[in-house]
């Protein structure tokens, strides 16, 4: 009986970089939407961590305006991505969009517990989103239509 043996060396490192494209988009990425990208995984991962209070309410009351607000942006925010990856030029303003909603927490932060260094911290985060996706290389990456 012969035995097959998976192929080793480099001709495996060449298979495996071939057969994984988004590996290879993400490295050709620029920086401005690598930052926008991590932005929105961990607006997405702050979702996903308070989806139990919506359920909890959503037991008493099926249809609350907190769970309205909360499918809305994760929908909004998993369109956005989609088409981030995707290089469409309609993400371009989507993506400055659900950038702005750092300006609103930024301004709830600084009545409620966080203080004015939360707030600070909140306002530079946008300027430097907002900055890093309005630069040239950034712009190209939205080329599809």
């Not at 012969?2 to 970089?17: D, K, Y």
């Not at 994760?74 to 969009?97: C, D, E, P, W």
Request: with cysteine.
């Amino acid at each position: 009986m012969e035995t097959v043996r998976a192929p080793s060396g480099p001709s495996r490192a060449v298979a495996v970089g071939q057969s994984d494209p988004m590996l290879q988009l993400i490295r050709q990425m620029p920086p401005g939407v690598l930052l926008f990208l991590a932005y929105a995984f961990v607006v997405l991962s702050i979702l996903g961590l308070t989806m139990p209070v919506v359920i909890d309410q959503a037991v008493q009351t099926p249809i609350t305006f907190i769970g309205l607000v909360w499918m809305g942006l994760l929908a909004y925010l998993i369109f956005t991505m989609t088409l981030v990856l995707q290089r469409k030029q309609a993400a371009y303003g989507l993506s400055l969009g659900l950038t702005t909603l750092l300006l609103p927490l930024a301004a709830i932060v600084v009545f409620g517990a966080g203080g004015w260094i939360l707030s600070i911290v909140l306002v530079v985060a946008f300027v430097v989103m907002v900055w890093s996706l309005r630069r040239p290389r950034s712009r190209e990456w939205f080329c599809e239509l």
